[in-house]
């Protein structure tokens, strides 16, 4: 298993060729409480970058992309059901989809958490 | 994931009456030196606050998170700062008449120490600011809106008569308490501010400071707005968030309170374009005024006193639990462009969305149905009276 962050902050878990993916808890942090997620349909196609999910705060609006091209194998449902589980586990059950990855060579240049972790301090 | 797309007032454009798109920090590319800073700045940061950029200063935008602290309010004390907005003394000859030359209020019968809802107008009818302005003898006491009161000042000085002076109160800071507690609280520390009644005012004492204290605010709650030499103002935010009943609140609960309560934001559901009239404001119109006309934009706000304006302020109730924020287009059954959201999003206590906007008035009857257009898709959505959750205010006489 690995895991990936984008500067997006976002999350990439890798199992195989599945990929689940989230938003990472500096995003949460930054988007404060979250009051709704939409999450995407199994059997969707995403392309790298597409938007896939939705997620809201009280104060803002966030597109959630595909950070790796692929098959939608899952949306989260708990996540669409209780939104603020994102907020609670953000890089843990607030996963927001599943996909069943078409070309792993797409997550190399991806942050590995360490850096990830490091690059926000920056910020 | 996506940069946000910024709803409410979180930035300074709110006065521009644009939406903002930008970064959670509403950061709007401008350096900090380029700010202003509260006097209660340092603060703000020791109790978590999250600063940023609005209208001019930063702002603390939350502390433990919006939706805690707007239930807090609601059912405690919450402290707001909100020394960015304007106080303004107007003293001078004359000046209650000189002051019904942009307002539509009846400043030459106002009482003493009774705060009035007013609405500074251009010539076309269209509201520059809405503000609260209270006699103090002769003279008059004016809160405005922060990322507004430069353009007010600058406006009123050019049509003041010489003898009327402007002072802008600087050294003042601007503290709320509201929720159904403030009145325990704070008539603890400064004993007799119970005794006023909701928009009534006066001059009181504590920390070794003259303060001037009205029962009023921008929740719906019960609640008191406190005007303070910036020097002692910390020790009366220090001195309230020791009340466990009290906690500070940001702006982004600032937001979503006045919203549930139906309170217009300037910038927003106002702006140089709306009337009073399509405001929904018709209130601060006085009664002699209307008789008698004879204030900025007269012509045509009689003209839809008589009439009716083409476009109404509405509340919305939205379907689902998506919120619909400002910047969505109102939709009528066959799709035709009948308006535009101008706030909206997510009621903590409600717990679902609700938005304000503009609608044309054949349409603005409650419980009309209506879509709501927003980034390609449509949302079901009916009209809805105003506020949202009931106003708590505290009436004399009432029980």
């Given at each position: 298993?690995?895991?990936?962050?984008?500067?997006?902050h976002?999350?990439?878990?890798?199992?195989?060729?599945?990929?689940t993916?989230g938003?990472?808890?500096?995003?949460?942090?930054?988007?404060?409480?979250?009051v709704?997620?939409?999450?995407p349909?199994?059997g969707?196609?995403?392309s790298?970058?597409?938007?896939?999910a939705v997620v809201?705060?009280?104060?803002?609006a966030?597109?959630?992309?595909?950070?790796?091209?692929g098959?939608v194998?899952?949306g989260?449902?708990?996540?669409a059901d209780d939104?603020?589980?994102v907020n609670?586990?953000?890089e843990?059950?607030g996963?927001?989809?599943k996909?069943?990855?078409d070309?792993?060579?797409?997550?190399d240049g991806?942050?590995d958490?360490?850096?990830?972790?490091?690059?926000?301090k920056?910020? | 994931?996506?940069?946000e797309v910024?709803?409410?007032?979180t930035?300074e454009?709110?006065?521009?009456?644009?939406?903002y798109?930008?970064?959670?920090?509403?950061?709007?590319g401008l350096?900090?030196?380029?700010?202003d800073?509260?006097?209660?700045?340092?603060w703000?940061?020791?109790?978590?606050?999250?600063?940023v950029?609005?209208a001019g200063?930063e702002?603390?935008v939350?502390?433990?998170?919006?939706?805690?602290?707007?239930?807090?309010?609601r059912?405690?004390?919450?402290l707001?700062?909100?020394?960015?907005?304007?106080?303004?003394f107007?003293?001078?000859?004359?000046?209650?008449?000189a002051?019904?030359?942009?307002?539509?209020?009846?400043?030459?019968?106002?009482?003493?120490?009774k705060?009035?809802?007013?609405?500074?107008?251009?010539?076309?009818?269209?509201?520059i600011?809405?503000l609260?302005?209270?006699?103090?003898?002769?003279?008059?006491?004016?809160?405005?809106?922060?990322?507004?009161k430069?353009g007010?000042?600058?406006y009123?000085?050019?049509?003041?008569?010489?003898?009327v002076?402007?002072?802008h109160m600087?050294?003042?800071a601007?503290l709320?308490?509201?929720?159904p507690?403030?009145?325990?609280?704070?008539?603890?520390a400064?004993?007799?501010v119970?005794?006023?009644?909701?928009?009534?005012a006066?001059p009181?004492?504590?920390?070794g400071?003259?303060?001037?204290?009205?029962?009023?605010?921008?929740?719906?709650e019960?609640?008191f707005?406190i005007?303070?030499?910036?020097?002692?103002a910390?020790?009366?935010?220090d001195w309230?968030?020791?009340?466990?009943r009290?906690?500070?609140?940001?702006l982004?609960?600032r937001?979503?309170?006045?919203?549930?309560?139906?309170?217009?934001?300037?910038?927003?559901?106002?702006?140089?374009r709306?009337?009073?009239?399509m405001?929904?404001?018709?209130?601060?119109?006085?009664?002699?005024?209307r008789?008698?006309?004879?204030?900025?934009?007269?012509?045509?706000i009689m003209?839809?006193?008589?009439n009716?304006?083409?476009q109404?302020?509405v509340g919305?109730?939205?379907?689902?639990?998506?919120?619909?924020?400002?910047?969505?287009?109102?939709?009528d059954?066959?799709?035709?462009?009948?308006?535009?959201?101008?706030?909206?999003?997510?009621s903590?206590s409600?717990?679902r969305?609700?938005a304000?906007?503009?609608?044309?008035?054949?349409?603005?009857?409650p419980?009309t149905?209506?879509?709501?257009?927003q980034?390609g898709k449509?949302?079901d959505a009916r009209?809805?009276a105003m506020p949202?959750?009931?106003h708590r205010?505290?009436r004399?006489?009432?029980?």
């Amino acid at each position: 298993m690995s895991l990936y962050f984008t500067k997006e902050h976002e999350w990439i878990r890798v199992e195989g060729d599945t990929a689940t993916i989230g938003i990472s808890n500096h995003a949460q942090e930054q988007l404060g409480d979250i009051v709704f997620a939409e999450v995407p349909d199994a059997g969707r196609r995403l392309s790298k970058g597409q938007e896939a999910a939705v997620v809201e705060s009280v104060k803002a609006a966030s597109d959630v992309y595909a950070p790796v091209s692929g098959e939608v194998i899952e949306g989260n449902q708990a996540v669409a059901d209780d939104p603020a589980l994102v907020n609670t586990d953000p890089e843990g059950q607030g996963w927001f989809f599943k996909l069943k990855l078409d070309n792993p060579g797409e997550l190399d240049g991806l942050m590995d958490e360490a850096s990830y972790r490091d690059w926000i301090k920056t910020l | 994931m996506s940069r946000e797309v910024h709803s409410g007032p979180t930035d300074e454009t709110q006065a521009r009456g644009t939406p903002y798109s930008g970064d959670p920090e509403g950061g709007a590319g401008l350096p900090p030196e380029q700010l202003d800073k509260l006097p209660l700045d340092s603060w703000h940061r020791s109790k978590g606050g999250r600063m940023v950029p609005f209208a001019g200063y930063e702002m603390p935008v939350q502390y433990e998170g919006i939706i805690a602290e707007h239930l807090w309010t609601r059912e405690n004390a919450g402290l707001f700062d909100v020394s960015h907005m304007g106080q303004l003394f107007i003293h001078g000859r004359a000046v209650a008449a000189a002051l019904e030359r942009f307002m539509p209020g009846d400043f030459q019968a106002a009482k003493d120490m009774k705060p009035k809802y007013s609405l500074l107008l251009n010539e076309e009818g269209g509201i520059i600011d809405d503000l609260m302005a209270t006699r103090r003898g002769e003279d008059f006491y004016v809160v405005v809106n922060g990322a507004t009161k430069h353009g007010d000042i600058a406006y009123m000085e050019r049509r003041l008569p010489g003898e009327v002076v402007i002072d802008h109160m600087r050294s003042q800071a601007l503290l709320a308490l509201q929720g159904p507690k403030a009145a325990e609280v704070l008539d603890a520390a400064i004993p007799g501010v119970a005794q006023l009644g909701f928009m009534e005012a006066g001059p009181f004492r504590a920390f070794g400071h003259p303060l001037w204290i009205s029962r009023s605010g921008y929740t719906g709650e019960d609640g008191f707005e406190i005007s303070i030499p910036a020097m002692a103002a910390q020790d009366l935010a220090d001195w309230l968030v020791a009340d466990e009943r009290v906690k500070p609140i940001g702006l982004g609960a600032r937001d979503s309170l006045r919203l549930e309560a139906g309170l217009p934001l300037y910038g927003h559901d106002l702006d140089d374009r709306t009337t009073p009239v399509m405001a929904g404001l018709t209130f601060a119109i006085n009664k002699r005024r209307r008789a008698e006309g004879g204030f900025a934009g007269a012509m045509r706000i009689m003209a839809e006193l008589q009439n009716g304006a083409p476009q109404l302020r509405v509340g919305f109730e939205v379907e689902g639990r998506q919120p619909v924020r400002e910047g969505a287009l109102v939709l009528d059954g066959e799709g035709n462009d009948v308006g535009k959201i101008t706030s909206g999003g997510f009621s903590p206590s409600l717990q679902r969305p609700i938005a304000m906007g503009h609608v044309a008035t054949g349409l603005a009857e409650p419980g009309t149905a209506l879509k709501l257009e927003q980034r390609g898709k449509l949302f079901d959505a009916r009209v809805a009276a105003m506020p949202f959750v009931p106003h708590r205010y505290h009436r004399k006489g009432a029980a």
